[in-house]
C-alpha cells in the first residue's frame, strides 16, 4: 500500500490525521503531512482507507503500490 497526500488540494480540515494519526500529521499551516507513505499494518490500512474517503478536497490517496 502506498499513500500520496496532495497538499495543493488540502483544505486543512485534520480528518486524515484524527483517523490515522501514525501516518499523517499537518504542518504550521494546517496542510496534511504523509509520516509513513508505506504502512503495512492490516488494522492500520483500514483507517487510512477512511481517511481518503473522508478528506473533503480529496487530497489523500491510497493504492497498491
Do not use: T, Y
Request: charged letters at 25%; aromatic letters at 2%.
Amino acid at each position: 500500500m502506498k499513500v500520496h497526500a496532495d497538499r495543493d488540494r488540502c483544505i486543512g480540515a485534520g480528518l486524515c490525521a484524527l483517523n490515522a494519526p501514525s501516518v499523517f500529521d499537518q504542518d504550521d499551516a494546517g496542510l496534511v503531512v504523509v509520516l509513513n507513505d508505506s504502512p503495512s499494518d492490516a488494522e492500520a490500512a483500514d483507517a487510512h482507507k477512511l481517511a481518503e474517503h473522508i478528506c473533503p478536497s480529496k487530497a489523500i490517496l491510497i493504492s497498491d503500490g
